[in-house]
């Protein structure tokens, strides 16, 4: 720990945390300072958070090929981690690090190796301790982060509890009430496909390139009254949304696009005004369903804050109308979203899951293994 008197002499000290993530295609490395003043954390300041993106890779698939993943992160980790250890002015001589976090799971099994066999190398190199970090965790704690560059280091909202976390990634879609920081429970989650995975495999279907995700949104939002009537004529249905439990499902959505799209003469659906008439409406459908569990969620469980997090989360759609519901239904909760660039796959969140799990901090390496599909619960 570095300690240091700040101006009002009181002694403050600095927990410098290195997160490590490579649970999907995603290469991420970040340095985070944890500033405390006795037992009151002042700041989390996140020195560099570097993500190497595999998305051009993969985009020749459609999607994350593991075998390829685990080759890139392998390649990649000792260059992102110099990055980031530049980028954040710590010189690996004295970079005065006290713990290491990675992400343990849930992920693709083989990636997930990837990063922890390099970070207990660095922990044997550095002599230092690593804490596993359950990635969905990561993804909500994100919520406590301000990017690189904001004029604050700190969220200055204090978040309250019962919180109901949504979190929605390529891999996840999941409902979870939080009592506190380390007390999660599912109360509901995806029966089949994630939501992301549903923007990626409809995308695809539509012709448009991997992650589907932003590559729907962008093409949602360019939807003109030239579709309109398309719009009109397409259908999809929105899975589960009226029943009793917060369960999900999102492969019928995504046979219904094929459908639709197998059901028009080939003109038609390579056409603009088609691909951003469903684009819109998958978009809308995936929207519809995300809000409304939540919404009842956050009711039945009297939640005091509704926090969001995963890549999913970026959508602004999303962000919007949530929020506007939220304001219309439910207007005295807290409603919190990490900034965009925070939502999808980054190591920030896994520094910071770490500073809130140092007690499971161990020398003992053997015991870090990669849990594919780890819980939160
Ligand atoms: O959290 P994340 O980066 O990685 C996983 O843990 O899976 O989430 C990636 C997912 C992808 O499925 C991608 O299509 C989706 O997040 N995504 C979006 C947007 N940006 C990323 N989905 C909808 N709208 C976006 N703007
Ligand atoms: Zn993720």
Known sequence: MINYTDFNTSLMQIMRIVG?????????????????QGSNVKSFEILSNVVSSQIKLHRRYGGVYPS???????????????????????????????FLAVTIGPGLDPCLWQGINFTK????????????????????????????????KIKNKKI???????????????????????QYKIIGETRDDAAG??????????????????????????FSVFSRI??????????????????????????????DFK?????ERRSRAYIRAMAKEIQQAIIDVLIKKTIKAAKNYKAKSIILGGGVVANKELRKQLKEKIKKEIPNSQFLIPDSRLCTDNAAMVALAG???RKKATKNYQKIKALANLRIN
């Open 68 to 98: 390829l993943a685990k080759r890139e992160h392998q390649k990649n980790l000792p260059i992102v981690l110099k990055k980031a250890l530049k980028k954040g002015k710590v010189t690996q001589k004295n970079p005065r690090v006290n």
């Open 355 to 357: 500073y809130f799990n």
């Open 121 to 152: 190398e660095v922990a044997k190199r550095w002599n230092l301790p690593i804490i596993p970090v359950n990635h969905i965790e990561a993804h909500i704690l994100a919520n406590w982060l301000v990017p690189i560059g904001s004029k604050s």
């Open 20 to 36: 490590i993530d490579t649970s999907c295609d995603d290469t991420c490395i970040s340095i985070v300072d944890v500033k405390s």
């Open 230 to 259: 398309l719009r009109d004529s397409i259908k999809l249905p929105r899975p589960m949304i009226n029943s009793k439990d917060y369960d999900f499902s999102f492969s019928g959505l995504k046979t219904a696009v094929l459908y």
């Open 160 to 182: 309250e509890f019962p919180a109901v976390c949504l979190v929605v990634s390529g891999g996840h879609t999941q409902l979870i009430l939080m009592r506190k920081i380390g």
């Open 263 to 267: 059901s028009r003469p080939k003109k």
């Open 197 to 222: 995975e549903c923007f990626d495999k409809t995308a695809r279907i539509l012709g448009l390139p991997y992650p589907g995700g932003p590559a729907i949104a962008a093409e949602a939002a360019k």
